[in-house]
Every structure is written in C-alpha cells, then in structure tokens.
C-alpha cells in the first residue's frame, strides 16, 4: 500500500492564479481531510469529507473548494491564490472517521508571491 | 473554545536524558487524545491512541498518559534518532482532530 500521496511536492503561485493539490488514499478509507500547517500554530482544518459525494467545511475553508467523486481522491483547489495561503498542506485519512487517528500524507509546501 | 496547548515549545536533552512533553486540553466531548511525530518535510506520523484517564501506552523509549485535563509524553533514555517535533490532538465530535502546535525535541549525542 501506497497510503496518502499528495502531488506536488512544491508549488510556487503568483497571487491570483488558481490550481489543485491532488490527494490520493490507497487504504479504502471513507474519511478524508486536508490540513494546514503554519510555523507556531497547530494543524488547521481546512475542509473533510465522510464518503464520496459528501464534504464539509473545517477550521479554515475560505479560499478553498474541494469535491469528493470517488473514495481514493479528494482534491483541494485554490480558486484565487493569495499570499497568506503560503502553507504546508496536509492530507489526512481515516478508517474510522474524523475523531479518531488519521494517516497523513507527505505534504505539498506551496508559497504564493 | 476548544484548545489544546503544548509545552514545553522546544526541548533540548541529552542523550540518555529522560523527560515528558505535556499537553493540556480543553474541548468539549472528548473523543480520544492522540500523539504524532513529525521529521523534517514529512507528514505526521501516529504514535499513539488514549482514551480514558489512567491509560498508557507505550512503544520502544515513549510512554504516553492521560488525565481529565492532561497528557504527558515521557521519553526515557533518548537517542538522537528521537528528534523530531511531537504533535498532540485531540478528538471531538463533528469529525474533528485539533491539534496542539508541537514540542521540538532535540537530542544530542
């Protein structure tokens, strides 16, 4: 097993263009969830799905849009790339839901300038 | 609000210096606390699971505790490869992990 991928590895955005971070899971998982990670503050929540089809917002959704059109892949898009979304994202996945010990992926780190 | 914090921020031991990162957490319906590791340019990695005050777990030089209000992370005999950043989270209902902002851990040979 693969586990989580998360492609790119490394991104770099000008303000105002748009792209997606691909997230795939190879562990049959129904829960899956992308995270933002910031020097001194925790991971955040950005947004989750419980299975395909359904998605819902986290900590930190503005911003981004994702879908949820097959079990394996949850794809995070920037609609509208700005400065303060330079980050580290993390996409996690769950066996038994959100509440419970998640799997993460490698991570992409994106910078926008 | 729901909080979890960590300290201490950064912690640097010798090796084969014993010591415990601590978190301390305030949300509401409990779901379960959870330790990761995180290395440098790598996604977390899970550790542990605790449920209930009075549990532990352990694996290799960590041992992990809880309480109603606190978890501590004890790390007996270190070695240099235990270097990392040491995640806390905790579970709630709603499909929510929060997370703490870590313990850097350096151990020197």
């Known amino acids: 097993n693969a586990g989580v991928t998360q492609t790119p590895k490394f991104q770099v955005l000008k303000t105002g263009q748009s792209m997606t971070l691909q997230c795939a899971q190879d562990?049959?998982?129904?829960?899956m969830s992308w995270y933002r990670q910031d020097p001194g503050m925790g991971l955040r929540l950005i947004h989750y799905?419980?299975?395909?089809?359904?998605?819902d917002q986290g900590e930190v959704p503005n911003g981004y849009n994702v879908s949820r059109s097959t079990t394996e892949d949850f794809p995070l898009r920037l609609l509208s790339a700005a400065p303060s979304q330079t980050s580290v994202y993390f996409c996690?996945?769950?066996?038994?839901?959100?509440?419970?010990?998640?799997?993460f992926g490698p991570g992409t780190r994106l910078t926008v300038t | 609000e729901d909080q979890v914090t960590q300290s201490p921020e950064a912690l640097r031991l010798q090796e084969g210096e014993s010591s415990s990162l601590n978190c301390s957490y305030t949300?509401?319906?409990?779901?379960?606390l959870f330790w990761y590791r995180q290395d440098p340019g790598k996604g977390p990695e899970f550790l542990f699971t605790?449920?209930?005050a009075g549990e532990e777990k352990e694996k290799e030089r960590l041992k992990a505790t809880l309480t109603k209000k606190e978890s501590f992370l004890h790390i007996t005999a270190p070695k240099p490869e235990d270097s990392a950043t040491y995640l806390c989270?905790?579970?709630?209902?709603?499909?929510?992990?929060?997370f703490g902002a870590g313990t850097i851990l350096r151990v020197k040979s």
């Open positions: 989270a905790v579970g709630e209902y709603g499909n929510k992990l929060v």
């Open positions: 799905s419980v299975g395909a089809g359904i998605t």
């Open positions: 605790l449920y209930s």
């Open positions: 996690a996945s769950s066996l038994a839901g959100g509440e419970n010990e998640q799997y």
């Open positions: 562990m049959n998982h129904e829960y």
């Open positions: 949300v509401s319906g409990l779901r379960g």
